[in-house]
Each structure stands twice: as C-alpha cells, then as structure tokens.
C-alpha cells in the first residue's frame, strides 16, 4: 500500500498532465479547419417616397430629416414630386414598383383617387404608409399626420386671447378634405362662446402656384380692411397676409395673425414681429415617425400607433403628430430648422429699410384729376426726354402721362408734342391718345 506523501505526488503528476493536455487541444484546431465567416451585412431598405409637391419650406425639412436618419435606418430612399399632378403621381409611383421598393411612403395628390392607386401597390405585395392626406376608401398598412383637430383648436385659443370682437377672416383650401374638416372643427373648438368675434370663411384655390394663392388672399384681404383677426392655414397664405400687412403698416398693429406650419418666412416674421403665432406642424417628426413606420413595415411589422381611424370599412393604425404654438418669445424651437432666426430677422429688416430708401429716392408724381384731387397713380411711365443740346434723360413716373408742359409752357398731348416727338408713353402706356 503506498503511503500518503507518494499517493500526493502520484495525483499532482496526474492533475498537471490533464492541464497540459486541455490547454494542447483547446490551442489547436484541427488541421484544414476555416474560420467562421464574417456575418454578412443585409442591404439597405428600398423605400420610395411618392410625395404630391415639394413645394414650400415644411416639405424641404421633411426630405432633410428623412435623409439625415436613413444611413442610421439602413434604408434606401427614392423621392419622387408629382407638383400636385394626380397623373404624374401614377407615372412616379409606378417607377417606385419597377425600383423594387418595399413600402412607398405616400403623400397623395387627390385623397379622392387613393383606392385606384394603393389597390395597385397592395397586389404587388408593397406596403403603403400615408403621411399628411389620407387616401380614401382603402385600407393602409399606416397613416402618419399631424394633429390637425388640435392645431386648428390651438389657432382658434390664440385668437380667442388676443381678440374680443370684430370679424375673423378664416382661409381655408377650397378641397372638402378631412384635414380641412379637422382644422375647422378645431377652430370653432378653439374660439369657444360668449364673444362678440364673426367668422368669415374664405376659401382659397388648392394650387402649388404661391403667385395665384397671393392674389387671392390679397383680394380679400382689401375687401375686408377692417378685419379683427386673420388665421391662415398654408405657408402660402400665410406669406400673403405677412405682405398685406408690409404694405399697410398702419393695420399691422390692429390686426391678430395666426398661421400654419411655420415655414421659414413666417418664422423670420415671427421674430421680426410682423406676425404673431404658427402652428409648428413638426415635419421633423412627421419624418422621424414615417421612415422608422417604413422600416417596420419592410420586416413584415406594423407602425407605432396611437389610434385608429376607419376607412372603407378597415381600421387604419395612425400615428398622430403633436403640434405646438410658436410666437416671437420662443421662435428659438425653430432654430434647429431655420437656423439663427434673429440673424435672418436682421437681415430682413436692413432689407425692407434698403427697399423702402429706394422708393422714396424715386420720384413721386401726382396728377390732377378734373374733380381738383391728387390721385397717385399705381402704374409706371418710363419718360425720355431729349434736349437741344443732344442729351437723353430717362425718368421713370408713377402712373401714366396724360399731358407734359415745358417751362415755356407749351404743351404736349397724346403722341404728338409741340417741338418733338414723345416716347413710349401716352395716355395709355405707350399706345395712341385721341
């Protein structure tokens, strides 16, 4: 029988060959093994991004915050601008198919044409996430928007505090749509009872031409000079009113402004103090929400929703955007957006100031009307007068020539003048007088 201390050495020996001989296998792989491959990376989501116009500042930060978060998202985006063209909107969403996208993000030109389109997309297999307007009659895998009830009632509290009686001129697109419906809704909401204020609706065409939109809100704008109130609800109405009260300042101070969607125009005028509130609508959100829905979407998930609306008889998941109030005491929430906003309020003010010492350096002419009153005239007269010497003066005169009288005092009417010819500018503008 061995004794102990033998026994001890016997074990140790043993122990110390089981640890040489774990560590020999552990260290070494058996001869012609691979190592395990890299784990492939997947490819890039391809979304398309089907939208009915770009026009206007709020879509221009849509795009930019979609493109800022795609390299994060792993998603490939294809934007497309119908310019508000239901027909070049199916042509582009077409094109996103044939691109093999997985989800189109969509934002329609007619929500009345949305079962004829997104039936299309849905045989296809590709997902269909709305922002903004909501296709009618078709079920959606989504629907992204902005609080619209809530941002017409914030429009109508704000009026509610600023004025007590008068009328307010409400624009509004001339489409029955549910987001126009909302925004109503939400005003009349907003404004409560119990005040002596007259709302007038006035309905504006849905067009991404600023210039027809401008004249129209302008029309109005002098039918009701002495409006209490005016609440826009686009960024082209919006910088309409902001030009109305530019060029009669004496109402500036009269008159409540509320917009919609706080574009970069009407956020300088914010800050400037031409304008007073904005319904920030959050296309950074409206994005943030959108794209990641889209991704969800593209794995075979749903969105992130808060409630659901029907539609043809389905529930469609929606996620709402919370809006906000801007005014000129925290126009600093914007400057993520628009930059340094007191900067561009500087550079605009040295701007109207530069445009206002150039009109009054321009000469001003009033012409006697046979009643005995000065009438400034509206229209431009450009006037070249040439001396015996042989020099050209050219002036240009607010409103249209009907008579010129030298010092001498002679006179010259309609095209013919005593001792010359007069150029380019009659009784009207340049065609021949009586």
Not at 12 to 25: D, E, K, P, R, Y
Not at 288 to 309: N, W
Not at 363 to 379: A, L, R, Y
Not at 406 to 416: I, R
């Given at each position: 029988?061995?004794?102990?201390?033998?026994?001890?050495?016997?074990?140790?020996?043993?122990?110390?060959?089981?640890?040489?001989?774990?560590?020999?296998?552990?260290?070494?792989?058996?001869?012609?093994?691979?190592?395990?491959?890299?784990?492939?990376?997947?490819?890039?989501?391809?979304?398309?991004?089907?939208?009915?116009?770009?026009?206007?500042?709020?879509?221009?930060?849509?795009?930019?915050?979609?493109?800022?978060?795609?390299?994060?998202?792993?998603?490939?985006?294809?934007?497309?601008?119908?310019?508000?063209?239901?027909?070049?909107?199916?042509?582009?969403?077409?094109?996103?198919v044939k691109k093999k996208v997985k989800v189109i993000i969509l934002h329609m030109v007619n929500p009345g044409e949305g079962r004829q389109l997104v039936s299309k997309l849905q045989e296809k297999q590709?997902?269909?996430?709305?922002?903004?307007?909501?296709?009618?009659?078709?079920?959606?895998?989504?629907?992204?928007t902005p609080d619209y009830l809530r941002a017409g009632e914030v429009q109508g509290q704000f009026v509610a505090g600023k004025v007590v009686k008068g009328t307010v001129l409400l624009f509004t697109g001339?489409?029955?749509?549910?987001?126009?419906?909302?925004?109503?809704?939400?005003?009349?909401?907003?404004?409560?009872?119990?005040?002596?204020?007259?709302?007038?609706?006035?309905?504006?065409?849905?067009?991404?031409?600023?210039?027809?939109?401008?004249?129209?809100?302008?029309?109005?704008?002098?039918?009701?000079?002495?409006?209490?109130?005016?609440?826009?609800?686009?960024?082209?109405?919006?910088?309409?009113?902001?030009?109305?009260?530019?060029?009669?300042?004496?109402?500036?101070?009269?008159?409540?402004?509320?917009?919609?969607?706080?574009?970069?125009?009407?956020?300088?005028?914010?800050?400037?103090?031409?304008?007073?509130?904005?319904?920030?609508?959050?296309?950074?959100?409206?994005?943030?929400?959108?794209?990641?829905?889209?991704?969800?979407?593209?794995?075979?998930?749903?969105?992130?929703?808060?409630?659901?609306?029907?539609?043809?008889?389905?529930?469609?998941?929606?996620?709402?955007?919370?809006?906000?109030?801007?005014?000129?005491?925290n126009t600093y929430l914007l400057e993520e957006r628009w930059g340094d906003l007191k900067k561009e309020a500087k550079k605009a003010k040295e701007k109207e100031k530069k445009k206002a010492e150039q009109?009054?350096?321009?000469?001003?002419?009033?012409?006697?009307?046979?009643?005995?009153?000065?009438?400034?005239?509206?229209?431009?007269?450009?006037?070249?007068?040439?001396?015996?010497?042989?020099?050209?003066?050219?002036?240009?005169?607010?409103?249209?020539?009907?008579?010129?009288?030298?010092?001498?005092?002679?006179?010259?009417?309609?095209?013919?003048?005593?001792?010359?010819?007069?150029?380019?500018?009659?009784?009207?503008?340049?065609?021949?007088?009586?």
């Amino acid at each position: 029988m061995l004794n102990f201390p033998f026994r001890r050495k016997v074990l140790n020996v043993l122990v110390l060959g089981v640890m040489v001989a774990s560590v020999a296998f552990s260290g070494c792989s058996p001869k012609g093994a691979k190592k395990p491959a890299p784990k492939k990376e997947e490819p890039p989501v391809k979304v398309g991004v089907a939208m009915a116009t770009m026009e206007g500042d709020g879509y221009a930060a849509l795009k930019k915050a979609m493109e800022k978060m795609k390299k994060t998202e792993k998603v490939d985006l294809t934007w497309m601008d119908a310019k508000n063209d239901p027909a070049t909107q199916s042509t582009q969403v077409e094109e996103l198919v044939k691109k093999k996208v997985k989800v189109i993000i969509l934002h329609m030109v007619n929500p009345g044409e949305g079962r004829q389109l997104v039936s299309k997309l849905q045989e296809k297999q590709i997902r269909v996430l709305a922002i903004e307007r909501l296709p009618k009659n078709v079920a959606l895998d989504g629907y992204v928007t902005p609080d619209y009830l809530r941002a017409g009632e914030v429009q109508g509290q704000f009026v509610a505090g600023k004025v007590v009686k008068g009328t307010v001129l409400l624009f509004t697109g001339a489409e029955d749509t549910l987001t126009n419906q909302a925004l109503y809704a939400g005003f009349r909401q907003g404004l409560g009872t119990g005040h002596a204020l007259v709302i007038k609706k006035i309905t504006v065409s849905d067009t991404i031409d600023p210039k027809v939109i401008e004249e129209e809100v302008l029309q109005a704008l002098k039918a009701n000079p002495n409006a209490a109130a005016i609440v826009a609800q686009s960024g082209p109405q919006t910088a309409a009113v902001i030009k109305y009260l530019q060029e009669n300042k004496d109402k500036a101070d009269l008159i409540t402004t509320v917009g919609l969607g706080a574009d970069k125009h009407a956020s300088v005028a914010l800050a400037t103090g031409q304008h007073d509130a904005e319904v920030d609508t959050r296309p950074d959100l409206i994005a943030y929400y959108a794209l990641k829905g889209a991704k969800l979407l593209a794995q075979g998930q749903h969105i992130d929703y808060d409630q659901r609306v029907k539609n043809d008889e389905s529930d469609v998941p929606v996620k709402v955007i919370p809006v906000r109030l801007i005014r000129m005491d925290n126009t600093y929430l914007l400057e993520e957006r628009w930059g340094d906003l007191k900067k561009e309020a500087k550079k605009a003010k040295e701007k109207e100031k530069k445009k206002a010492e150039q009109q009054e350096s321009k000469p001003k002419v009033k012409v006697t009307e046979g009643g005995g009153k000065d009438k400034e005239q509206q229209k431009k007269t450009k006037l070249m007068i040439k001396t015996k010497e042989g020099k050209t003066i050219e002036i240009e005169i607010d409103g249209e020539i009907q008579e010129i009288k030298s010092q001498a005092g002679s006179a010259a009417k309609g095209k013919e003048a005593k001792g010359g010819k007069q150029e380019g500018g009659s009784g009207q503008g340049g065609s021949e007088g009586e």
